[in-house]
């Protein structure tokens, strides 16, 4: 294993570190709890948004915290849900008169700690709702999850009650955009290679020089099938079939078009899927009005992507234009 | 190879299209001269800004054309110089009163290529400089270069230029400005693993699997010394050593940070190489106070990182700091 790193065990830790230096007005770090928190948080004239999964999957969720996004973020140990008292101290340092709103990912470890957690909040007199997102359209059931998985497609969700919550709306409301835009939005993803967790020091899992993984998971769990590699154009298929036939999206749909990178995958290929699949789209009388290429949800090093998309309407798309502020810095 | 491609003498070209094809209301794209010209150029008020290069180093520079950045990217194929003539077409298209600037990063074939264009492109009356930046501190001359290599430190002077330039200073006062960036930028990369381009179908070099490459170009051409593999710590202490003592920088400076990914590393590493490195310039009395931490100028799929600092006045704070419009969408 070739990274980056120091110990395996410092790796979530150093990476928070070194996010919080390169963002000292704006971001505050608690080691004790590996929160990343707004600066400015709490604000009771707002509905507080936070974040928990696993770590591995950067930017998400450390990274998009900010104005308009996520208020804190509550990542675990490479693809390990973080501790329930993690969670619960997370409300504890936003917690807000208009309430607490916790985003979750479909997976079962993830689910159990923040069930627990907001029952303790609860207890402790925070107003909070939790919220459970599952974008994933290529298996019912995974490794890790009981119904579908939450992958890419919970930026959307993350954007829109995040600037749900910046415009002042209440809990309830806020829950209901962040349902709508869950149900609108779908996602699957393809790998080429398998993720090394720093604390595993080899590959997830084998698969051959000429092989593909199509319907990955983001902690690297099997997909719907292992095939042989085939050119950009047939695995844009592979992607867009299952998403497409899943709501349906049909002609006359305007979409956000998200080609989302899992990590290893350069920004280059990502934008040669991206004109593929938009013009793939088209053709079908779905028009992408609104694109996003880059990475977003990524499995560590993985080379891989996925293509995830959003029915929009003016609700929607009004939440995703809405300005935002987050740690990464494009110019 | 496995990558997301089609033909491989296609990649440049679909990936352009891609882009295209995601920002229609702000970049062109002509498939004949490869260009990416911001949708509504020229504007005879500023100073037009182009930078070309091969490719292969996205979102340098294709994905940074845009208000307050470039007018026009002319790329070549992959790690190759554009051709001459579609240097001059780049220049005819953004030609302003005001004049156009080429930005070059410091490669003999790019060196002749744009040379060769600044002549024609005068002869045809446009008003054109050239500017080459050479911020690469790893060697003195290299496979493709006499004199130092222009690397990641390129953003950094097309930041400060694109912002001058929108701001309509004179094409002798953004001349001026870049030279002033580019003494104050020294970079230094490191490979974890070797790029593989789609023409050739298999990694440019070998490495072993508990190697690195210090000092490593954006090509995959050799650095200054290949190594055992070092935890993070001491692979910052590889980078950081010869870019202060460079200039120097010194104790009392104020700095931007720019930890830049390859194309192969994932975020998390990055800001985690981030953290150790403010720290260590910091132990020095050297104060980032900007920090970039991401992709900005890559290698294909290498894992690798490279580090840059630049020497902060009020001047190029100021320059940088400005309102600038990329396709990169990150929320």
């Known amino acids: ?53 696993g770590s591995g999957h950067e930017p998400a969720h450390v990274m998009i915290v900010g104005k308009g996004m ?34 979750v990912n479909n997976y079962t470890g993830d689910k159990m700690a923040f069930e627990m957690a907001e029952e303790l909040a609860a207890a ?22 009981i119904g579908r998985r939450g992958v890419a497609g919970n930026f959307f969700v993350i954007k829109a009650v995040g600037a749900a919550a910046e415009a002042g709306k209440d809990l309830d409301e806020i829950v209901r955009i962040g349902e709508k835009v869950n149900a609108v939005t779908r996602t699957m993803g393809v790998a080429l290679t398998a993720c090394t967790p720093p604390a595993k020091g080899e590959p997830l899992f084998e698969i051959g020089d000429d092989e593909i993984e199509v319907g990955i998971g983001i902690h690297g769990e099997p997909g719907r099938a292992r095939q042989k590699w085939v050119p950009a154009n047939e695995i844009v298929d592979l992607l867009l079939e299952p998403i497409v036939s899943d709501i349906p999206y049909s002609s006359g749909d305007d979409v956000a078009l998200m080609v989302n990178g899992l990590g290893g995958t350069p920004i280059s290929e990502l934008y040669l899927l991206y004109g593929i699949a938009h013009e793939k789209l088209a053709a079908q009388g779905i028009t992408p009005t609104r694109s996003y290429v880059g990475e977003y949800c990524t499995s560590l090093d993985m080379a891989g992507a996925s293509i995830t998309l959003v029915k929009l309407d003016d609700e929607i798309r009004e939440l995703l234009e809405a300005p935002a502020e987050i740690p990464i810095r494009t110019f």
């Not at 490479?78 to 309430?99: L, N, Q, W």
């Open 70 to 103: 996520l208020d804190a973020a509550c990542p675990g140990d490479v693809f390990a849900a973080p501790p329930t008292d993690f969670v619960v101290e997370a409300a504890r340092r936003v917690k807000s008169d208009k309430g607490v709103l916790l985003l």
């Open 1 to 53: 294993m070739k990274k980056f790193i120091n110990d395996p065990k410092a790796f979530v830790p150093e990476m928070l570190k070194g996010l919080a230096l390169a963002n000292p007005d704006t971001l505050t770090y608690d080691p004790k709890y590996n929160l990343i928190v707004r600066a400015d948080a709490p604000n009771n004239d707002k509905v507080s948004i936070i974040q928990g999964s």
């Open 124 to 145: 402790e007199g925070i107003k909070v709702r939790t919220l459970f997102i599952d974008d994933d359209v290529a298996v019912k059931d995974s490794l890790y999850t």
